[in-house]
C-alpha cells in the first residue's frame, strides 16, 4: 500500500510506511539508458537514476560530484582522460562492477551500430586502457562538455557480462544496474515497482520500495494525490498547485528548473531586418506573462541561459519597452495601422499555458505594430520542422539544459550549421564555431556570455522565461528538489 | 446473411487489411513529424541524423520501406517498436488482452444498462415518468466517453473515493498470471481476491465507456419495442388476454432486439475506439493507452502494429455482428 490506502479521509494521513508511490508523468518506454526515444527524454531520467548510476553523479544545483567514477579530467594538454572506478560497487545481481564495464559501456555508446543517439560525445574518446581501477583514453577530438554528458543523457555504465548474455530483449525483460534501486515488478504503461538494492554503494534509501505509477494525465495525477494513491507528484497545473497545497496534509514545493521557455527567430523575411526582431523582443512583457498565466511560477530571462547555468549573466537585460517597440518598428515603416505581419508557431497543451501565452504575446505586439498569426503544431512538427530549417519567422519552444552548460544551450540552439538552430547566420556561425574547442574553460564561458550578449543586442532570438516545476507531496515526507528536474526516489526521506 | 455473402465479406478481408495498411505507411511517412526528427540530441549533426535515421531503415524509399515491412508482416513479424525495442506483435499481444477485458466488461454493463433501462421506459410508455427515462438517456447520450471518465474519476476517485483510479492492478499485489486476461484467469482458477482486485480498478474506466453505450442501446431498443408492441401480433396477444409484461418479454422483446444488436454492434467497435482516451486518464495498460504514446514518440512500426490490430478486430466484430443479426432474423438466413 502507499503511505496511505485510498480510503475516505486518508489523503492528509502521512505515517512513513516501506513504500514510496510517486504518480509520475510519462510512460517508461524502455530499460536501456542509452539508446532510443528514451535516452535523451530527460523525463525519463529519474527512474534511470534510481536504476543506474550514471558516470559521475549531480548535486541539485546542477553541480557535478561523483558517482561510480570518483576522479575524472583531462590531462593538460587535453590528449587523453582519466577516469577512477569507485571500489565495492555492485551490480544488482551481486557480481562487481568492473572497469571493463565501464569500458564497454563507453565503447558500447560510441558504436555507430548500437543507435545511442549521443554517440557523437562519446565517439570523441577511444583507445581505453585499464590499470587497476583506472581508466584512461585517447581523445579523438576535444569535447568540453564530455564529464557534463557523463552525469545525463545516455551517461549510464550497464553490466557488460549481464547484457552481452541477457540481449537486448533479455535486458528488456530483466534490466540489471548498479543503482539504489533494483526492478522488482513492471506493468508496461502501468506501473513500475523497485526494491532497494542491498548492494547500493551510496546511502541506503529511505524507502524500501519505490512504485512509479505512470499517470501521464494531469487531472488523473492530481485526483492521485486528493484520493492519496500517491505520496508525490509533479508537473501539474499550476492552479491545481495552488489548490493542492492549500489542503491538509499534503505540500507543496517549487524548483525553477533548467528548462526554458523561448521563441525561435529564423532567419527569414521579416525577421532579417534587426528592428523588427528588437522590437518582437522589447514589445514583451515577460513579468506579466508570468505572474497572469504562470501564478508567478517562472523566473523571466533576457538570454537563453538561466540562473544556475554556468554562463548566466545577470548584467545582461531586454527591458519591455513598447514604446522603444514601436520607434524601432517606425524605422522599418511599419506602425499599428500598418502593421509588420509573420506567422508564430506553437504548442497547445504541450507545456503549461503554451497557447495562451503566444496569445498573449500577439496581443502585445499588435499594440507595438506587429500582426502575428498563430498556427498550432505539435512538437514532433516542430522538431522536423526545425531539423528542416522550415520553422516560421517565429516558433515557441521550450529548450532543457540540464547540464548547465553554455554550449547546449546557446550553442546548439543559435549555431548554424546545428539541427537544432533556427537562426543560421553568419554572424553567430563566427562566434560560436571557436568556443566548441576552446580547451581554456573560463575563456570558453566568458565567449558565451559575450556571444548572449550579441545574441540579446540582436534580438536574435527571444527568450522567456525559466520554468519553475511544482511538487506536491504528503505531509511527512522531504522531498529534494532538483534544478535539472527530476524527482529521485532515492532522496525522498521521511520529514 | 447467406453463405456467399459470408464468402465474399471473408475474401475482402486481406485486401482491406492490406489497403489500411498501406495507407497508414504512406501518411505516417509523409505527415510532418517523424521519430529520429524526436530524438535528436543537442549538437548532433546531418551526419549524426542520417546516421540514425538508416539505422532504423527510414532512409530508403517509402515504396522500399514498405514492401520490406509488408513482407515481414506476412511472416508474422510486425518490426521492432522504435521507443520500446521490443517486437511489436509481442507487445500487441501482450497489452491486448488488457483491452479486450475492458471492452468486454464495458459491454457486458452497458447491455444489462441498456436492457434494464429500455424495459423499463417502454413499461412506463405513454406516462409522465417516461419523460425521466428518455432524459436520463439523452443525457447519458450527451456526455462522451472520455468525459465520463473525468467525471467518475473525480467522483469517486476524489470525492468519494471507493475506487482505485489509476492501473489495472494493485502494485502491491504479487500475482503470476499465465496469460494477459488477468480477469479471465483469475475467475478461471478461482482466484477470487485477485478478480476482485483488478475489477476494482477496472470498474470505472469500463462505467465510462459503457454509459454511452447504455443509452444507445437503452434508445434503440426501447423505439424498437414500441414499434413492435403496435403490432398485429402484439396487440392480438393483448386481445387475447395476456398480460402486458408477458408481452413484452416474449413476443415484443425477441423481433425488437434485431436493430438493437445491428446497431449495438457497431457502437462495440466505437467503444474500442473509446478504449485510447478512457485508458489513458485511468493510465489502464491496454493497447489504447499504448498508442497514445506510440503516436506521440512518432513509433512508426507500432503505429502500424496496432492500427492492423484495431482493424482486425473491427473487421471481426463486424462480421460476429452480422453474423448474429442474420441468426436472429430468419429474413436474412433463408435470402
New interface residues.
Partial sequence: ?PLSS???G??AQAAPSG?L?I?YNV?L??F?PT??????NPTIQSIYQAIFDPYIGQAPDLSFKPGLLTKWGWNSDRTKVTLELRKGATWHDGSPVTPEDVVWSLQRAAD??S?N?????WSKVGNYKIDGNTITGDVVEFEPTLFKWMAF?TGYILPKAYCEKAG??GF?KAPVGSGPYKVD?F?????L?LKAHPGYWGPKPAFDTV?F?????P??RV??M????SDVTFEIPYEEFDRLKAKPGLVGQTKPVSDIAMIFITDIAPMLDRNVRLAANHAIDKKAIVDRLLKGYGVPIATLEAPGYAAFDPSIKVAYDPELAKSLLAKSGYSPEKPVQFKIQTTRGFKPKDYEMIQAIVGMWRKVGIDATIEV??I??H?????RHALAPAAFYNWGNAIGDP??ST???MFG????CAWKGKDLVERIGPLWGEKDEAKRIAGYKAVDKYIAEEGEVIPLFQYVQPIIHKKGLRVVAQSNGMILPQLITPA | MRRGEFFRRFVLIPPTLFGVAAIVFVLLRVVPGDPIAMMIPPGASAADINRLRAFYGLDQPILHQFVAWFGQVLSGDFGRSISLHQNVFELVLARLPATLELALLATSIALALGLIVALVGIYLRGRHAEWLVDGGIGVLLAVPDFLWALILLLLFGVLIPWLPISGRIDPQIDVSFHSNFYLIESLLTGRIDVAAALLEHMILPALALALPFAALVARILKASLAEAEDQDYAQIARARGFSRPKILLREVFPNALIPTVALGGVQVTLLLGGTVLVERIFSYEGIGNMAIDAVINRDFPLIQGLVLTFAMLFIALNLAVDFVVTLLDPRLRHG
Fill in positions: 500500500m485510498g480510503l475516505i486518508n489523503s513504500t508511490t504518480a510512460n518506454p524502455s536501456d539508446i532510443g526515444l528514451s535516452a535523451v555507430p551500430k543507435g543517439p549521443i554517440q557523437f560525445v543523457l537486448t530483449e528488456e515488478a506493468e508496461r504503461n502501468a506501473f515497482r512504485v505509477k505512470f499517470v501521464t494525465d487531472t488523473s485526483a492521485e486528493e484520493s492519496g494513491g503544431y505539435e514532433a512538427q522538431f522536423e520542422l526545425r531539423a554550449s547546449t550553442g546548439f540552439a550549421p546545428s539541427p537544432h
